[in-house]
């Protein structure tokens, strides 16, 4: 037994290195890991385009946070109202469209707006 202690030492060293490497590989492709990296990236790209058209537009900043929760002017997505919910909706597939490249965009339900917010539409 004490002649084989020396080669089970080793062989536990080996083991213990290859539980630290899967711990590794385990962080990393966490969803706050690599694909956490990569959403954020994505996201602020299309945060960025979503800033400078509610600017356009004169509506709230709209945004998508880490979490995916989605806010206009610091509100929560499911306390906006109908015509709320459609500006925010209306920005998003704006800033999807220019992010793909997409040289149309169509938008139904326009009568669910404002009068005021209908032209303001346009500016973006």
Not at 38 to 46: E, K, N, T
Not at 63 to 73: C, K, N, R, S, Y
Not at 82 to 98: G, H, P, V
């Amino acid at each position: 037994m004490i002649a084989n202690a020396g080669k089970r030492t080793t062989d536990a060293a080996k083991h213990h290195q290859d539980v630290l490497s899967w711990i590794l590989i385990e962080k990393a492709l966490a969803p706050d890991g690599i694909p956490g990296e990569i959403l954020a990236g994505a996201l602020q790209l299309i945060n960025n385009s979503l800033k400078r058209l509610s600017t356009l537009a004169g509506w709230p900043v709209t945004a998508i946070g880490g979490d995916m929760a989605i806010t206009a002017g610091g509100r929560a997505y499911v306390l906006l109202s109908e015509s709320e919910r459609w500006r925010y909706d209306a920005l998003m597939d704006k800033a999807i469209t220019l992010a793909c490249g997409l040289k149309l965009i169509v938008l139904d339900r326009f009568d669910v707006l404002l009068p005021t917010a209908r032209g303001q539409l346009f500016a973006c």
